[in-house]
C-alpha cells in the first residue's frame, strides 16, 4: 500500500495533464477558425501531376 501511495501524486498530476490537453484539443476542434481555413490548392496540383507522370511512366512501357 505505501507504494501505491507514493505514486498517487504522479498519477494525479498525469490526470490533470491529460484533461487540460483534451480540453484544448476540443476548443480547437470546435473553433470556427479550423472551419474557416480554406482547401490548400498545392495538394490537388501534387496529385494531378503524379497521375500524368504515372501515366505517361506507364505508357512507356506499354507501347
Request: charged residues 25%; glycine residues 4%; aromatic residues 8%.
Amino acid at each position: 500500500m505505501r507504494a501505491q501511495n507514493e505514486l498517487s501524486p504522479y498519477f494525479a498530476e498525469i490526470e490533470l495533464r491529460t484533461e487540460r490537453a483534451l480540453k484544448g484539443i476540443r476548443e480547437v476542434r470546435n473553433s470556427p477558425k479550423l472551419k474557416a481555413l480554406p482547401q490548400e490548392p498545392r495538394i490537388t496540383v501534387l496529385a494531378t501531376g503524379f497521375l500524368v507522370v504515372l501515366a505517361a511512366f506507364a505508357g512507356l512501357f506499354l507501347d
